[in-house]
Nanobody, 127 residues
Framework: QVQMVESGGGLVQAGGSLRLSCAAS????????MGWFRQAPGKEREFVAN????????DYGDSVKGRFTISRDNAKNTVYLQMNSLKPEDTAVYYC????????????????????WGQGTQVTVSS
């Protein structure tokens, strides 16, 4: 079983930045492909970013490309989401997700592909 705890959410003005962190335990972190999703009120959960288990490949949802950066530190068992140029429409609860994999290159885009989820952290962007 993998436990994950997100942190770093909060209230920020439009144009500002936040960095989310997700610390994982319970399994060798480098065996986990990681992702970030978000869910705004009244909307479905949306893919934000992913990173493969060795950190060599990343991808982003269209709405955040060029503004958000996902990274990981396998020595610290932590994945990060650096969010810049934040917009009010980025307001949501952000979740980190993990999936065990033996592939060093594979990353995942769909909720159902992930086995483990954090509890979520609220990000609110004011206009």
């Amino acid at each position: 079983q993998v436990q994950m705890v997100e942190s770093g959410g909060g209230l920020v003005q439009a144009g500002g930045s936040l960095r989310l962190s997700c610390a994982a335990s319970g399994r060798t972190f480098s065996s986990l492909a990681m992702g970030w999703f978000r869910q705004a009120p009244g909307k479905e959960r949306e893919f934000v970013a992913n990173i493969n288990r060795i950190g060599g490949g990343t991808d982003y949802g269209d709405s955040v490309k060029g503004r958000f950066t996902i990274s990981r530190d396998n020595a610290k068992n932590t994945v990060y989401l650096q969010m810049n140029s934040l917009k009010p429409e980025d307001t949501a609860v952000y979740y980190c997700a993990a999936r065990g994999t033996t592939s060093s290159s594979r990353s995942y885009y769909v909720e159902a592909e992930y086995n483990y989820w954090g509890q979520g952290t609220q990000v609110t962007v004011s206009s």
